[in-house]
């Protein structure tokens, strides 16, 4: 399963962006998928998860409020619906997947890279005015 991420760009801060995540190869409808972001300098970051029939959600506490994970199964998409933007949230963002659908999302946890592969490449969002 190979995982692709779409949908970044430039907006101003306080704008909106949805991200994408698809896959080929395979469905993400079994699947935790996690988005995850990395700032110039910085180390990636956990920003949500989503499990498996949607159960469960989780955020980063910085985009609480603001950023909403979704997923449609008959397009076989998850999506990062970003309103609110900050320029702190300026990152390169991935999607990735725990395939097995095993892993729990649990809010107040640390989205732990570690739990997912694969990963897709990222797509770059940039928030300035």
């Known amino acids: 399963v190979q995982l692709q991420a779409s949908g970044g760009g430039l907006v101003q801060p306080g704008g909106s962006l949805r991200l994408s995540c698809t896959a080929s190869?395979?469905?993400?409808?079994?699947?935790?998928i996690g988005w995850f972001r990395q700032a110039p300098g910085k180390e990636r970051e956990g920003v949500s998860c989503?499990?498996?029939?949607?159960?469960?959600?989780s955020y980063l506490d910085s985009v609480k409020g603001r950023f909403s994970i979704s997923r449609d199964s008959a397009k076989e998409t998850v999506y990062l619906q970003m309103n609110g933007l900050k320029p702190e949230d300026t990152a390169i963002y991935y999607c990735?997947?725990?395939?097995?659908?095993?892993?729990?999302?649990?809010?107040?946890?640390?989205?732990?890279?570690?739990?997912?592969?694969?990963w897709g490449q990222g797509t770059l969002v940039t928030v300035s005015s």
């Open positions: 990735a997947a725990d395939l097995s659908g095993f892993l729990y999302c649990d809010q107040g946890a640390q989205i732990n890279e570690m739990d997912f592969n694969p």
């Open positions: 190869g395979g469905t993400l409808d079994s699947s935790t």
């Open positions: 989503l499990t498996r029939n949607d159960h469960s959600t």
